[in-house]
């Protein structure tokens, strides 16, 4: 008995790793079916600010994977749940591989979308002058170009990917295929909010997420959009700064040289953050970097387009951080990513705003310890003259104190980075490569941040980022989007980590 | 027949000049009458940036003057009209004197008010807590609380005084009395817009609009509330400066360190503009601003509480441009009035900005010349090494130029002022005292401007202002109102100017 155990086992086995697939028909098939898959998830609104709309995409995702088989275990948080999705080998001893993507999108703002509505997505054609014309949803019933792209809220971000792994399972299910090893998806659906509850449902579920490799379906592939695998990713804690000028707005007028202005305070605030060449000033935001020979060699290979990405962004000069873009993501960041005081154009009243409000993040490498990164920014806040509130402060406090600056942060989470030459650095480089004939781009880390960190502290679990989409697809700005070529080569690449024998 | 002309006409100005009016009983009877008017006025919306709706203003504004037996008729500008309305006295050597105020009023951001809407009027009474609360607007017909206010847009800026000259002129008409002078009343419809068709329109209209004397009503009383006369304005310019970062906003996390930040950009420009005392560091700003005895003398007799100001605004140290408040209004101001990059709060995303916008307004005084002071202000952003465009730079200028500063400034007006020992400041002095028993306060200046300075440089006219609003009125930011007391004593006032013999 128990040898025909192992004999079908073996069988079966066999089955499971046959590498002969055709990788491009397989994902020309599949994916082409889940196009409407993909326009039914994205047409689902999914700002985490709005728990309802959340709570609807993660009924949606949890019924797509029931339908393969997978069981689905909701993990309750203090904010929005987890979902964990399981299906296990056939082979007892097998390994366990788990996957990660979010249903989350960045806020929307409709009116600065070339759309009806960024949850109503469009297919898209560049015209003879370059922009982007709308062509029916139905044309993708005909031949595909693979530059079209499909325009809407997380279509890049994380939706899509979410779509091709779909996809990519059902072309395994076609091919009689199944994975050599256990798979466990984790489904985040507030990763554009920081994922705060993420570190302590880790802890909390530490044996339920267990596993020999994480891969992180997120981000951008190389500019080149070749078969891309992410080493590593920076951490972000983001932090919101306010300051004070009178009570209420007043007439700029009639109070226009005596009651100081919050606008003027935040401006000398942040100008001195940074020098004229984009390098943070702030005493000892850099410790611990060092840039070693290995790190620079690994950055040559990348086969970056440096006057053309200047040239696609308009700008002339970049920002000295590194000497090259590769090198730039080495480094922690800070950036002001929204800024407001009183109004501006047809709303613009002439007055003396109350309060200047900055929003900061600051994206952290391995090096660097998120905590102390931000003690050192209210160090130099304070260096600068300010007192430190929490809250709006009271009369009391302002009658105080001249500079006031209310500093909320939120919960940070940390950069985390896998050696190349790993086991599984080797492995996730033959199970694409084989799906392509193209060089896989490999990158030591990604500018952008996922909250992988406290997977990676807590299980002790090697993690690696497998980027698809397009890196020119206007991800957390409006009128993000996806290109079809990427989709399709995004599908291939999943059948090649499904199929792969770990 | 000659000599019967004379006596009759003799014997209409004898009542004409009656000074046994009961100022108080009067302005209480029409003030009361007028509640209603005040009410169906401020309901009309009044934000300049929409024609429809100020047409409804004018047409309002028409009727109830023509109601009560003026001329009305339309000077047509490029923009939006002005109304010039007319009542001649029955003597033919009569002088002139002309009144000026405005019917638009700020741009709105209704989720701003504490109440439903800006342009439906409540009556708002302070509790216990000192916070303002709603009351039935029939409370009116009772006994009503000097202490009451009627918060919407415009009550105070410059509705208001329009209600109280209609009213004061029933007042007058039901005492029999009319002014010894022909009257014209030029009513703005675009002041908060800038008025920028004013000064053509001055130099087309000079004949119709030719005067002895132009009294504006606009701008607050005195803190104090006590009668006020004010000599004079600040001018005004305003600009709006944009800088760049990328074409479109990028993920902060994958172009953070490279792409430069448009914000930070902006900060460094704007910080640089005043020093940490809110002085002016733009070389030559202050130019030929000199603050004589005469003018200090004068300051001196004004009834400040600069301690309760503090207090009131929540501000420990006030900028330190003058020594005093009154002092810091002699002074031409730059103030940063409205400030954006990406968003902040919910609507925040973790991008570099495209852009970053300043509003700025520049209120001159009579020293300084309006064009000299922007191409100053032109000459340091120059210096700190920005290229100026009016326009969004092209791909050209953009590869040609690192910094990029985008420069627009509407048409500015100068300031004015006249003497207080003028014939015409003694009049209106006797002419607003015998109407209360308290001190009239006379003001230098307004630190607010209005679009004064082209009558008084082509009409060769002396202009002053009689401001009735209470000072705390929340101009020109949310939840505007207008106090009843001040009202109420507006009207007094304005029947006092109405049958004082000029």
Known sequence: MKKSIVVVLLLISKVTYSQNLDYEKLSQEFGRKHLS??????SIPCDANYKADILKNYTWVENQFKQRGFTARTLPTLTLPVLLLEKKSRNVMAPTLMFYYHSDGQPVKNSEWFQEDPFKPVLKQKDANGDW????????????????????????????????LLAALD???????????NLKIVVDFEEEKGSVSLPSLIKQYKSDLKSDLLLIFDGPAHASNLPTITFGARGISTVTLT??????????????????NPALRMAKLLAD????????????FYEGIKLDDATRLKISTVPDDLAALNTRMGIKIPDQVGQNYQESLI?????????????????????????????????????SNPDSLLSKLKKYIVSKGFYITTEDPSPEERAKHNLICKFNTRPAYGAFSTEMQSK???????????????????????GGSVPISPF????????VIIPTVNSDNNQHSANENLRLGNYFDGIKTMIGLLSERY
Chains 1, 2 share one sequence.
Not at 37 to 42: F, G, M, R, V
Not at 246 to 258: A, E, T
């Open 37 to 42: 898959t993909l326009k039914e998830y994205l």
């Open 133 to 164: 014309k709308e062509i029916p949803y139905s044309s993708l019933e005909g031949k595909i170009d693979p530059e079209w792209r499909i325009f809407g809220r997380a279509s890049s971000d994380d939706k899509g990917p979410g779509v091709m």
């Open 171 to 181: 072309a395994m299910e076609a091919s009689k295929l199944s994975p050599n090893y």
């Open 243 to 260: 300051t004070y000028g009178p009570y209420l707005p007043l007439h700029s007028g009639h109070y226009g040289n005596y009651i100081p």
């Open 273 to 284: 953050m940074k020098d004229d060449e984009g390098r943070v000033t702030i005493p000892g």
């Open 331 to 367: 480094y922690p960041s800070l950036n002001i990513r929204g800024l407001k005081s009183g109004e501006v154009e047809k709303l613009a009243a002439t007055i003396i705003p109350n309060t200047a409000i900055a929003e900061i993040d600051i994206r952290i490498v391995k090096q």
């Open 424 to 446: 599984n650095g080797l492995w996730l480089e033959k199970a694409i490569s084989k799906t392509t004939n193209a060089q896989v781009v490999k990158l030591p880390t990604m």
């Open 456 to 463: 990676v502290s807590e299980l002790g679990v090697e993690a």
